[in-house]
Nanobody
Framework: VQLQASGGGLVQAGGSLRLSCAAS????????MGWFRQAPGKEREFVTA????????YYTDSVKDRFTVSRDNAKNTMYLQMNSLKPEDRAVYYC????????????????????WGQGTLVTVSS
């Protein structure tokens, strides 16, 4: 299984970025997908998750109404549209895939997702 995250970069506060996560060697539609992030000196945190069909999505409170997760099962790709970016959004963003329901990614008591991508850096200047 390979998850390739891309789309990170440097953006000014208030700007937008779109991350992509391309999956290979996986039955993509059989996996819930999610994004996590890790800022310097902080623990990795859940950002968002999307169900296998894409019909259900889940967000951490700090990104609601600013970030939108989506997926294209025909292209084996998940996306994260990030708008109104803030300096506190600066982090390495990781995509993840798991056979468990998507909402379990938001719950720390559940095991972490099974598969992880390599991460893409998002930097937001103030």
């Amino acid at each position: 299984v390979q998850l390739q995250a891309s789309g990170g970069g440097l953006v000014q506060a208030g700007g937008s970025l779109r991350l992509s996560c391309a999956a290979s060697r996986i039955t993509f539609s059989a996996y819930a997908m999610g994004w996590f992030r890790q800022a310097p000196g902080k623990e990795r945190e859940f950002v968002t998750a999307i169900s296998r069909s894409g019909s259900s999505t889940y967000y951490t409170d700090s990104v609601k109404d600013r970030f939108t997760v989506s997926r294209d099962n025909a292209k084996n790709t998940m996306y994260l549209q990030m708008n109104s970016l803030k300096p506190e959004d600066r982090a390495v963003y990781y995509c993840a895939a798991d056979p468990k329901p998507a909402q379990t990614m938001a719950v720390k008591s559940f095991p972490i997702p099974k598969y992880w991508g390599q991460g893409t850096l998002v930097t937001v200047s103030s």
